[in-house]
């Protein structure tokens, strides 16, 4: 069955199907994040100290959370999802000037930062769990796994996502008509739209967890 | 975005990008630095907003494309706006309300006690 409108303009809304139908996801995903963002928000101006008391041997009272997060691996994971996001529009600019080895070349650097993000995230939640952290220890933990949490397994879909566009995907821009690579280059709009996305939820996470 | 693009238009889109980038690194850079200054929580807390809504509108209005983006998609991220917003007030008036009610409640135990 032929799906209309998934790369040509919509006369009613001036967009393709694909691109109206991203964007509402994503309008879904703000009141996802939007609503861990204000439990973290209520917890956190009902609290009497936060993150509060911590277990490093003894009980020891933390005052910011830099004191119990690593400012410098989550700066490094930022740099790094700044960085794809502009691999992942420079490979679909790729693709708009027809450039195929520059599109391959740039979506595998942004599967390749992600995973470096993840890596990075890994060595993250390493250090909490030495010492005993979990998500149930106290709210500042709760609320610091979760939204990271949360925002690592979008992580990881944009990764099968772009997988798939750099791999098996890329079958339909090789069979070669303009119809089809518009629509392959269409894809990977749509997808990056959804990685810019991650990226900033994690510009809003970074701030407002690790650093105040 | 615009379906119809020359390969000038993409070149020029790509030096926007690199921009953009650049921006972002140094705007991240800020965002740490001014964290070790350790300046009490309200206005730490609202120059980290400050930056990251800047952080974030460059890439919606470049990387997202939003800059010049077809109404209806504006309409959307409105609404998802409102309600965004709306949540917000819920939370923080409900978390309001508790202190009014427990600062009503002092005083009405202290007028007793008086």
């Given amino acids: ?73 989550a700066t490094l994971n930022t740099m790094i999802l700044i960085a794809s996001s502009v691999t992942m529009v420079m490979a679909w600019a790729s693709l708009k000037m027809d450039r195929f080895d520059r599109y391959k070349l740039y979506m595998g650097l942004t599967i390749l930062l992600a995973l470096g993000f993840l890596v990075v995230k890994g ?50 821009w090789k069979r070669g008509t303009a119809r089809d690579k518009a629509h392959f280059t269409n894809r990977i709009e749509v997808a990056g739209l959804y990685w810019h996305f991650v990226d900033l939820v994690w510009i809003f996470l970074f701030p407002t967890i690790y650093l105040i | 975005m615009a379906e119809e693009m020359t390969l000038e238009d993409v070149k020029r889109h790509v030096r926007v990008y690199i921009t953009v980038f650049i921006a972002l690194a140094v705007l991240t850079v800020v965002t740490v630095g001014v964290s070790y200054l350790h300046m009490p929580f309200t206005p730490a807390l609202l120059v980290a907003l400050a930056i990251a809504t800047v952080k974030a509108a460059l890439v919606a209005l ?53």
């Avoid at chain 1, 610091?144 to 791999?167: D, M, Q, R, S």
């Fill in chain 1, 123 to 172: 060595f993250e939640y390493g250090e909490k769990f030495d010492h005993h952290w979990y998500a149930s220890t106290n709210n500042f933990l709760g609320v610091y796994f979760v939204l990271t949490g949360l925002h690592a397994i979008h992580v990881t879909g944009g990764i099968l996502v772009n997988a798939y566009f750099w791999g098996p995907g890329t079958k339909l």
């Fill in chain 1, 1 to 73: 069955m032929q799906i209309p409108y998934e790369v040509q303009a919509r006369p009613d809304t001036g967009v393709n199907n694909a691109k109206l139908g991203i964007w509402l996801f994503l309008a879904s995903e703000v009141m996802l994040f939007g609503g861990l963002f204000a439990a973290y928000v209520f917890l956190r101006i009902g609290a009497d100290a936060w993150p509060g008391m911590m277990m490093y041997g003894t009980e020891v009272m933390a005052e910011r959370a830099d004191e119990i997060l690593n400012v410098p691996l």
């Fill in chain 2, 62 to 114: 470049y990387f997202m494309h939003l800059i010049s983006e077809k109404q209806v998609i504006l309409w959307v991220l409105l609404s998802a706006a409102v309600f965004l917003v709306g949540m917000f007030a819920l939370f923080i008036g409900a978390h309001a309300d508790q202190e009014d009610i427990a600062t009503l409640a002092k005083l009405i135990l202290s007028s007793h006690v008086a």
